[in-house]
């Protein structure tokens, strides 16, 4: 069984940045699609982000387009998830997690398709 662990979480003021990383191990193959997900304070979880490994195809949610960047460091197994220009309604924590393909080829931030979440990181972003 792999293991997630997240890291690089903090407090920011509105238009900050944050680098959030997923150190992955344990895993026999690299998992072929990952993604980022979070959770506000009395909101249901989302997804953030998701990168399909094998091509780097990344797929985003509407409201962080243009602002997140999910990529990845092979030699290191990490997946990052940069942060600019943050804003108060982006605090959550936030978590990895390896996904399953959609329809046979499709690495989509799907809560539903998740198949395991990491610990989690929280993100405050104060105006």
């Known amino acids: 069984q792999g293991h997630l662990v997240e890291s690089g979480g903090g407090s920011v003021q509105a238009g900050g940045s944050l680098n959030l990383s997923c150190t992955t191990s344990?895993?026999?193959?690299?998992?072929?699609?990952m993604g980022w997900f979070r959770q506000g304070p009395g909101k249901e979880r989302e997804g953030v982000a998701s990168?399909?490994?094998?091509?780097?195809?990344?797929d985003y949610a509407d409201s962080v387009k243009g602002r997140f960047t999910i990529s990845q460091n092979n030699a290191k197994n990490t997946v990052h998830l940069q942060m600019n220009s943050l804003r108060p309604e982006d605090t959550a924590m936030y978590y990895c997690?390896?996904?399953?393909?959609?329809?046979?080829?499709?690495?989509?931030?799907?809560?539903?398709?998740?198949?395991?979440y990491g610990q989690g990181t929280q993100v405050t972003v104060s105006s």
């Open positions: 990168l399909y490994t094998t091509t780097g195809k990344t």
């Open positions: 997690a390896t996904v399953q393909l959609t329809g046979g080829d499709n690495c989509l931030p799907f809560v539903s398709r998740v198949h395991y």
């Open positions: 344990g895993y026999t193959s690299k998992p072929n699609c």
